[in-house]
């Protein structure tokens, strides 16, 4: 084992190198004359407790301060411009005065210097502005005149949803978003022409507001011809057969999205417009059929991609270089083909052992690994709103205490019921094979008091199993939802007339719910609340010898897609070596067993732990996350969470004692990441801190850091 290195030092003198190239670097390419804004504060405002803080008051200025770190990197300086701070005294009043402060004035501004100008820069200043908020104005009446034709539910409806509401501040933005969604739902009834006016009375001695919402329904309306605009190999035939809205349909505005999302998911075109032809008689009057026009540019049918990632846990390291090539129009028939392959290394050591070890304990606690697959997909097989869905891959992996190869082979029917639910029906027959393992050929024999896990650690194995699939997708985004929800129910049968080693059914389900933070005193944060529950269940049956669940197919929990905190795979059963208190032999202990026994780290090292999953596991959580939409920081955001879960080695639960035992040992975690919008999804970066104290996880980290590509959820 190699010795301590002192890789801080190394770190530290890096960083201070950077610092010094940053700022020379910065000062040789960048000069700011005159005076700098280091800052611009307010004073009068109410400390941003009613809704006009030092941050929504800076929005409606042209006037910039410099950016962070602006004494390292100079050219994020700015300079103050006295003509531009004169025009932003106007537009902070007139957004005051947008935002419910109608008698609002401001005052004067302050510059203040915080340091004296010298030869290589001009003063650094501070500038303050000095308002007057007044009494907010509330809105005391908001009526919808004119859709009495969309019935009073309808009216209920949008008097309950719009963002202004009697008693509230009235304010600018809530009123442009209640005009917006009146006029949404009504599209939503067939109202193609809707127009939505609003109309404002002031009272400035009452604080008060009185709002009317003026609509124009327009006639019902129906979906007209469809007509396809550019130049297209794919026949239009072909097209129009993948669009399910025909002529003469109730008008709905969803339905529009609808077609551009299912024809952007074909892969084929790298453009696609759904546009509405409204259009009027000769006397004026609207024409109740809407045609629509669709515009298309076919993107190249052939992609390579080439790429790679990193995954850094506590107890797992992976680095993966890769290339899928697919071709989304096979045959001229819209048939997609995919062929990928990933090569990489994993190595399994505990981050906190880093200064212990060096790279010859990579070759012994690592090893390489590699994935390739290839599918393809049939639309319209054996109809419309079916395809049938065709896989074969292969998979050399590791995994704590061994390795193993796997071919796999599935075929599956999917169906797309309805806009938001969808099923799949398939088979898979599954080889599995170890080899580089220390695990003993029967666990559950050595361990006298864990005979119940029933491990079975067959080598190799022949898993064959039907599967079936229930979903539910409402999302309004698959990458950054900020509302619907998602909802899926999995089913799995091995062996009995399947054929293979085992026979056990195997239930999972997952259900997530999404939801925008509403406006809270005049501030319209873009910060969605999110809520998960998922868990599943193992069941085996039939006969003794094949009524198992093989080591592989067990349930585990834990990592930054489950429960953070923890490392990947960590939160449940596990085994460990132990010695007989009357023979002194030496066995397979189970954690499954000896639930509250703190495991050994005196007499035990942590490569001795086998994590084995179990038959049954619960898991969720709680997130808010939000990204900014401007300014230096847009495309970065924040989120906070708080997840739960545990597994266990049994699936059933015989009383209302075994459940609530099973719910004390539920585990919580709670933490908080920054996130990143980049092209191909969500960057994150979570921080987790364990809550739970049980003894038989004492050798696990407290904190875990956890790095990936997309949501946790």
């Not at 390291?317 to 697919?326: D, H, L, Y």
């Amino acid at each position: 084992m190699s010795s301590p290195r002192p890789t801080w030092r190394l770190a530290t003198l890096l960083l201070f190198a950077g610092l010094l190239v940053l700022q020379a670097s910065g000062c040789a390419r960048h000069r700011v004359d005159g005076q700098i804004v280091r800052n611009v504060q307010f004073r009068g405002n109410g400390g941003g407790f009613q809704g006009a803080g030092d941050y929504l008051l800076r929005t409606a200025m042209a006037q910039p301060r410099s950016g962070s770190f602006s004494w390292l990197a100079p050219s994020r300086r700015v300079s103050l411009d006295q003509d531009t701070l004169l025009l932003d005294a106007w537009r902070v009043e007139t957004w005051l005065a947008h935002h419910g402060y109608l008698d609002a004035r401001f005052r004067a501004w302050d510059v203040i210097t915080l340091r004296p100008p010298n030869a290589r820069r001009g003063a650094v200043v501070r500038v303050i502005g000095h308002v007057e908020l007044g009494p907010q104005t509330r809105v005391r009446t908001m009526e919808l005149a004119g859709i009495e034709q969309a019935g009073r539910p309808m009216l209920a409806l949008l008097r309950a949803q719009a963002p202004l509401q009697p008693g509230a501040t009235f304010d600018l933005e809530d009123l442009r978003a209640s005009e917006e969604l009146v006029a949404v739902r009504l599209q939503e009834q067939g109202y193609a022409y809707v127009t939505v006016r609003s109309e404002v009375q002031l009272f400035p001695e009452e604080q008060a507001a009185d709002v009317v919402l003026h609509v124009d329904l327009g006639p019902p309306c129906t979906f007209g011809a469809l007509r396809l605009v550019g130049d297209t190999t794919i026949r239009r035939e072909t097209i129009l057969a993948e669009i399910d809205v025909k002529q003469g349909e109730p008008w709905r505005r969803a339905r529009l999205n609808e077609v551009q999302q299912r024809l952007f998911a074909l892969g084929t075109f790298s453009v696609v417009n759904v546009v509405p032809e409204l259009a009027w008689d000769a006397d004026g009057a609207p024409i109740p059929e809407v045609p629509v026009r669709i515009e298309l540019a076919e993107a190249g049918f052939r992609q390579l991609r080439v790429g790679g990632g990193l995954t850094v846990e506590n107890a797992r390291q992976e680095v993966r270089a890769g290339a899928t090539f697919s071709h989304v129009n096979l045959g001229s028939r819209l048939w997609r083909l995919q062929v990928g392959a990933e090569v990489g290394y994993a190595s399994l050591i505990e981050l906190r052992q880093g200064d212990r070890l060096g790279f010859a304990d990579l070759a012994t606690q690592g090893a390489p690994i590699a994935e390739t697959s290839a599918s393809l997909t049939i639309p319209r097989f054996p109809a419309h709103d079916w395809r049938l869905e065709n896989q074969l891959s292969f998979e050399l992996g590791l995994e704590p205490e061994y390795r193993f190869a796997t071919p796999e082979g599935s075929t599956a029917l999917s169906w797309q019921i309805h806009r938001k639910w969808s099923a799949r029906l398939g088979y898979k027959v599954r080889y599995f094979d170890y080899f580089d393992s220390s695990l003993p050929e029967d666990v559950s024999l050595l361990d006298r008091r864990g005979r119940q896990l029933d491990l079975d650690f067959s080598d190799p194995y022949l898993l064959s199993s039907v599967f079936q699939q229930l979903k539910y997708d409402s999302r309004d985004d698959l990458f950054f939802p900020r509302r619907g929800s998602l909802s899926v129910l999995d089913l799995a049968e091995a062996g009995g007339p399947f054929g293979g080693q085992y026979n056990f059914v195997k239930i999972l389900a997952d259900g997530r719910i999404y939801r925008p933070l509403p406006g809270l005193l005049g501030w319209h944060p873009r910060i969605t609340l999110t809520a998960r529950l998922a868990g599943g269940a193992l069941l085996p049956y039939g006969a003794e010898e094949r009524a198992q669940v093989p080591f592989a197919e067990r349930i585990s929990i834990g990592g930054a897609s489950t429960v953070r905190g923890w490392a990947q795979d960590h939160l449940g059963p596990y085994l460990y070596e132990c010695q007989d208190a009357e023979t002194g032999e030496v066995l397979q202990c189970s954690s499954a067993v000896d639930q509250d026994q703190p495991f050994d780290g005196a007499n035990n090292e942590d490569d001795d732990i086998i994590y084995i999953g179990g038959k049954a596991a619960l898991y969720g959580g709680l997130e808010a996350r939000g990204y900014w939409q401007r300014g230096l920081l847009s495309g970065w955001g924040l989120a906070g969470f708080m997840d739960f879960g545990r597994a266990w080695d049994g699936a059933g639960v015989s009383s209302w004692a075994d459940l609530r035992a099973r719910a004390s040992q539920i585990a919580v975690s709670v933490g908080g990441g920054v996130r990143y919008k980049s092209p191909v999804g969500p960057i994150r970066v979570d921080l987790a801190r364990r809550l739970d104290q049980f003894p038989m996880f004492s050798n696990e980290p407290r904190v875990a850091l956890h790095i990936g590509l997309s949501e946790a959820w």
